[in-house]
């Protein structure tokens, strides 16, 4: 059974530095294009960040505004969100996303994922 399981969440301050892992299981994540979304209360699930089965391309939400950086470890077979300068707009639940095997095209919607993690909480405080 596929699991993906997100960890690194917490109550920060502004301005302050967060790097979120999910780790794969049943899952190689070098196969599937990876993603990060992000839920905030009261609002639908939106797309954070992506990166190619090859690694080769990476996509970012245009909120992101280079603070964040997504990678992988393949050895790990896990996934990082390092997130900078965080703001309060940036709590949130966020959750790691697997695409079907072998996708090629980076979505930004989320029913174009088929695998998700259970969430890990951030709350950015001023």
């Known amino acids: 059974q596929v699991r993906l399981v997100e960890s690194g969440g917490g109550l920060v301050q502004v301005g302050s530095s967060v790097t979120l892992a999910c780790v794969a299981s049943e899952l190689t994540i070098s196969h599937h294009v990876m993603a990060w979304f992000r839920q905030a209360p009261g609002k639908e699930r939106e797309f954070v960040a992506a990166?190619?089965?090859?690694?080769?391309?990476?996509r970012y939400a245009d909120f992101v505004s280079g603070r964040f950086t997504i990678s992988r470890d393949i050895a790990k077979n896990t996934l990082y969100l390092q997130m900078n300068s965080l703001n309060p707009e940036d709590t949130a639940v966020y959750y790691c996303?697997?695409?079907?095997?072998?996708?090629?095209?980076?979505?930004?919607?989320?029913?174009?994922?088929?695998?998700w993690g259970q969430g890990t909480q951030v709350t950015v405080s001023s």
């Open positions: 996303a697997a695409s079907r095997v072998d996708a090629i095209v980076v979505e930004t919607t989320p029913d174009r994922y088929d695998y």
């Open positions: 990166i190619t089965w090859s690694g080769a391309t990476t």
